[in-house]
């Protein structure tokens, strides 16, 4: 099935040869920092996860969002969902491979990466973390393999794999849950030390992911004979619309807690990201617009006329993902280390290189996309009206 | 069995391709080489022990900026901690790796000054390093034991060989105790102390408490440098030790206590005389 992959218009060479070259000079600029170290980045002692560390966090969330396909149908029987789950899988395969490279090129000794399996530290929510994620993405490569190849002959696919799908549902929780707890358990950081973490993370990657592929259906519709479908595409904007309200419904209960209760340490964060602290505004123009994107990307979603219109559907998405990406890729990381523990306001930017990097990993990330979509689109376009009970 | 340097590096080399040594430098755990395992090395008999190390610093001995500067350099020059400077002498903020370090009241005790606080004790400096907790989150979180708690005597240690530089405990530890070699720290040493390792760049470090001097019987580079009656050291676990008496008899405080980690760390902020 692989090869399918490997055959395409001019267009398809040309798009992955432009992912090609990014990842390329993404590669080069990690072996600099690779022999230099990450003083190349704009991290620092106080600031000492930024970018990359944001980029995994908001990935697992994508990588999570398959789920949201998953559910509705093997476990409600939302037949129309047949054709796109596999989507879904796929875009968790791909978020899943870059979140595990954004934890490569964050870690200051990378040749030791194997001390996580070679020492397993059972109270490390980090060396959980690893084990979901590494089990994630093997459900996912597992079921979207074996689903597809048996599209691809026109039989039912086989029952054990039924175990490994209902499997993938407390799974593609449970990485985001711990991803959560990898913030929410630390004493002294009181940005991040909030019980409803891990159901923000949820709810913003069930925003995000399914927005996420909202624009990948619509391209996929353009540039191909296969039709992700009209109704499809609705049913994921109602969930995309339900998740973001969640979302910043529990982003209010964070301020309601912090600024209630009027306890410095809870309120600090907040005001260095949304309105400066002690003269540092760095960040505040980037939230503002996240909360502006958000506010008006819900809007949007919620007014039914709108949301079926499929142009300005796109336009929520897209400032939708753009608002969930700034929040919780960048601000939500930065935000836990600004004061820092001594309660000084040291900031934090990524460098020109630091940004190369992070640009190379997601066109890796999106590489591997379009190398898997192209597969599963080529197998609907040659099965396209045969109908398959899964 | 006895075998040649190149030997050596070969079987070395071999085992760790197939994972069987983590890197070839722990020779213990190596099926291949066998070294000396913890029973058979004898133990310095000058060592100091004790149950649960502990540390008093009383600021009120602490009268002029040398004071702190002589207890600082001790430590940072014998550890072979780099000096990161920008380039008009100031501190680079980004680099810099410290051990202990000089800071205000107000940083050192976030939360616990009020508007009306007489300036000077606002603005006091005090001494801060790494609390060796009693329920390090650090610990708690490194993902490869390369932090650890002793269990003999309650130092948090770090392994720098076994660090992966996640750079996870830098954000679990409340007190910013910890630095990360953001760069080769070799050519910024000032001196080198031969007799103390030096690190590599992707690693965290921190005070060990000096754990190399308790293992002869000296007391910590800081302790022994800082003013008389500055630093006091000693076994928290020994009802007569001093600092348990100290502790027991004058009103210390320590950096965040609300949060649990049971810092080992106290301090004494006024008054000339002790127990």
Same mark, same amino acid.
Request: proline letters at 5%; aromatic letters at 12%.
């Given at each position: 099935?692989?090869?399918?992959?490997?055959?395409g218009?001019?267009?398809?060479w040309?798009w992955?040869a432009?992912l090609?070259?990014?990842a390329?000079?993404?590669?080069y600029?990690? @072996?600099?920092?690779f022999?230099?170290?990450?003083?190349?980045?704009g991290?620092?002692?106080?600031?000492s996860?930024g970018?990359?560390i944001?980029?995994?966090? /908001?990935?697992?969330?994508v990588?999570?969002?398959?789920?949201?396909?998953?559910?509705?149908?093997?476990?409600?029987?939302?037949?129309? /969902?047949?054709?796109?789950?596999?989507?879904?899988?796929?875009?968790?395969?791909?978020a899943?491979?870059?979140?595990?490279?954004?934890?490569?090129?964050?870690m200051g000794?990378?040749?030791?990466?194997?001390?996580?399996?070679?020492?397993?530290?059972?109270n490390?929510?980090?060396?959980?973390?690893?084990m979901?994620?590494?089990?994630?993405?093997?459900?996912?490569?597992l079921?979207?393999?074996v689903?597809?190849?048996?599209?691809?002959?026109?039989?039912?696919?086989?029952?054990?794999?039924k175990?490994f799908?209902?499997?993938?549902?407390?799974w593609?929780?449970?990485?985001?849950?711990?991803?959560?707890?990898?913030?929410?358990g @630390?004493?002294?950081?009181? /940005?991040?030390?909030?019980?409803v973490?891990?159901?923000?993370?949820?709810?913003?990657?069930?925003a995000?992911?399914?927005?996420?592929?909202?624009?990948?259906?619509?391209?996929?519709?353009?540039?191909?004979?296969f039709?992700?479908g009209?109704?499809?595409?609705?049913?994921?904007?109602?969930?995309?619309?339900?998740?973001? /309200?969640?979302?910043?419904?529990?982003?209010?209960?964070?301020?309601?807690?912090?600024?209630y209760?009027?306890i410095?340490?809870?309120?600090?964060?907040?005001?260095?990201?949304?309105?400066?602290?002690?003269?540092?505004?760095?960040?505040?123009?980037?939230?503002?617009?996240?909360?502006?994107?958000?506010?008006?990307?819900?809007?949007?979603?919620v007014?039914?006329r709108i949301?079926?219109?499929?142009?300005?559907?796109a336009?929520a998405?897209?400032? @939708?993902?753009?608002?969930?990406?700034i929040?919780?890729?960048?601000? @939500?990381?930065?935000?836990?280390?600004?004061?820092?523990m001594?309660?000084?306001?040291?900031?934090?930017w990524?460098?020109?290189?630091?940004?190369?990097?992070?640009?190379?990993?997601?066109?890796?990330?999106?590489l591997?996309?379009s190398?898997?979509?192209?597969?599963?689109?080529?197998?609907?376009e040659?099965?396209?009206?045969?109908?398959?009970e899964? | 069995?006895s075998?040649?340097r190149?030997?050596?590096?070969?079987?070395?080399?071999?085992?760790?391709?197939l994972?069987?040594?983590?890197?070839?430098?722990s020779?213990?755990?190596?099926?291949?080489?066998?070294?000396?395992?913890?029973?058979?090395?004898?133990?310095?008999?000058?060592?100091?022990?004790?149950?649960?190390?502990?540390?008093?610093?009383?600021?009120?001995?602490?009268k002029?900026?040398?004071?702190?500067?002589?207890?600082?350099?001790?430590?940072?020059s014998i550890?072979?901690?780099?000096?990161?400077?920008?380039?008009?002498g100031?501190v680079?903020?980004?680099?810099?790796?410290?051990?202990?370090?000089?800071?205000?009241?107000?940083?050192?005790?976030?939360?616990?000054?009020?508007?009306y606080m007489?300036?000077?004790?606002k603005?006091?400096?005090f001494?801060?390093?790494?609390?060796?907790?009693?329920?390090?989150a650090c610990v708690r979180?490194?993902?490869?034991q390369?932090?650890f708690?002793?269990k003999?005597?309650?130092?948090?240690?770090?392994?720098?060989?076994?660090c992966?530089?996640?750079r996870f405990?830098?954000?679990?530890?409340?007190?910013?105790?910890?630095?990360?070699n953001y760069?080769?720290p070799r050519?910024f040493?000032?001196?080198?102390?031969?007799?103390y390792?030096?690190?590599?760049k992707?690693?965290?470090?921190?005070?060990?408490?000096?754990?190399?001097?308790?293992?002869?019987?000296?007391?910590?580079?800081?302790?022994?440098?800082?003013?008389?009656?500055?630093?006091?050291?000693?076994?928290?676990?020994?009802?007569?030790?001093?600092v348990?008496?100290?502790?027991?008899?004058?009103?210390?405080?320590?950096?965040?206590?609300?949060l649990?980690?049971g810092?080992?760390?106290?301090?004494?902020?006024?008054?000339?005389?002790?127990?």
């Amino acid at each position: 099935m692989l090869e399918k992959g490997l055959v395409g218009s001019k267009k398809y060479w040309a798009w992955l040869a432009f992912l090609g070259a990014l990842a390329v000079s993404g590669v080069y600029y990690y @072996l600099q920092q690779f022999n230099y170290g990450l003083g190349l980045t704009g991290l620092s002692r106080d600031v000492s996860w930024g970018l990359y560390i944001g980029q995994f966090t /908001f990935l697992v969330g994508v990588a999570a969002s398959a789920v949201m396909l998953v559910i509705p149908y093997y476990l409600h029987d939302y037949k129309k /969902f047949s054709k796109i789950v596999i989507l879904g899988e796929f875009l968790a395969i791909s978020a899943v491979t870059m979140c595990i490279l954004f934890i490569f090129v964050d870690m200051g000794q990378p040749m030791r990466i194997m001390n996580v399996v070679l020492h397993p530290t059972l109270n490390s929510v980090m060396f959980w973390d690893s084990m979901v994620l590494s089990g994630y993405l093997f459900i996912n490569l597992l079921v979207g393999w074996v689903t597809l190849s048996s599209d691809r002959k026109g039989v039912p696919p086989p029952k054990w794999i039924k175990f490994f799908i209902y499997l993938s549902v407390p799974w593609a929780v449970s990485i985001h849950t711990v991803t959560a707890f990898l913030y929410a358990g @630390l004493p002294g950081r009181h /940005f991040w030390l909030s019980a409803v973490m891990a159901a923000r993370f949820l709810a913003s990657a069930f925003a995000g992911g399914p927005s996420l592929l909202i624009l990948l259906a619509l391209l996929v519709r353009k540039l191909t004979k296969f039709d992700p479908g009209k109704e499809q595409i609705q049913t994921l904007g109602t969930i995309v619309a339900y998740a973001m /309200f969640a979302n910043v419904f529990l982003l209010g209960l964070e301020f309601f807690t912090a600024f209630y209760s009027n306890i410095p340490g809870h309120m600090e964060s907040f005001k260095y990201l949304y309105v400066g602290l002690d003269g540092h505004r760095e960040l505040v123009p980037l939230m503002w617009t996240s909360s502006i994107f958000a506010a008006a990307s819900l809007l949007m979603l919620v007014i039914p006329r709108i949301r079926k219109n499929e142009t300005l559907l796109a336009f929520a998405c897209i400032m @939708l993902f753009i608002s969930l990406w700034i929040d919780k890729g960048f601000g @939500l990381i930065i935000g836990g280390f600004v004061p820092n523990m001594l309660n000084q306001v040291r900031t934090y930017w990524p460098t020109r290189q630091e940004s190369i990097i992070t640009l190379g990993v997601w066109a890796i990330g999106f590489l591997i996309l379009s190398f898997l979509y192209k597969i599963a689109i080529t197998v609907r376009e040659e099965s396209e009206g045969v109908e398959i009970e899964h | 069995m006895s075998m040649d340097r190149r030997q050596f590096l070969k079987i070395a080399g071999i085992s760790s391709i197939l994972g069987l040594g983590a890197t070839a430098a722990s020779a213990t755990h190596n099926i291949w080489v066998k070294g000396l395992s913890p029973d058979e090395v004898a133990k310095n008999p000058e060592a100091l022990n004790a149950q649960h190390w502990a540390m008093v610093v009383d600021m009120s001995q602490f009268k002029t900026d040398e004071d702190f500067q002589k207890t600082i350099s001790a430590c940072h020059s014998i550890h072979n901690v780099p000096d990161f400077k920008n380039p008009d002498g100031s501190v680079d903020l980004k680099d810099e790796i410290k051990w202990i370090w000089k800071a205000k009241y107000e940083n050192a005790f976030p939360d616990q000054d009020n508007p009306y606080m007489e300036e000077k004790l606002k603005e006091m400096p005090f001494l801060v390093l790494c609390n060796h907790c009693e329920n390090p989150a650090c610990v708690r979180v490194c993902p490869t034991q390369a932090t650890f708690k002793r269990k003999n005597d309650g130092i948090v240690m770090m392994d720098m060989h076994r660090c992966i530089g996640c750079r996870f405990c830098m954000a679990a530890c409340p007190y910013g105790a910890r630095s990360f070699n953001y760069r080769d720290p070799r050519p910024f040493i000032k001196t080198e102390n031969k007799e103390y390792p030096t690190r590599t760049k992707g690693v965290v470090e921190k005070c060990t408490f000096c754990t190399e001097r308790l293992a002869v019987g000296k007391l910590p580079a800081c302790v022994e440098a800082a003013p008389k009656g500055g630093m006091f050291f000693g076994d928290l676990a020994d009802k007569n030790s001093e600092v348990r008496k100290i502790i027991e008899t004058r009103y210390t405080i320590r950096r965040k206590p609300e949060l649990g980690t049971g810092p080992s760390v106290y301090y004494l902020i006024g008054g000339t005389e002790h127990a």
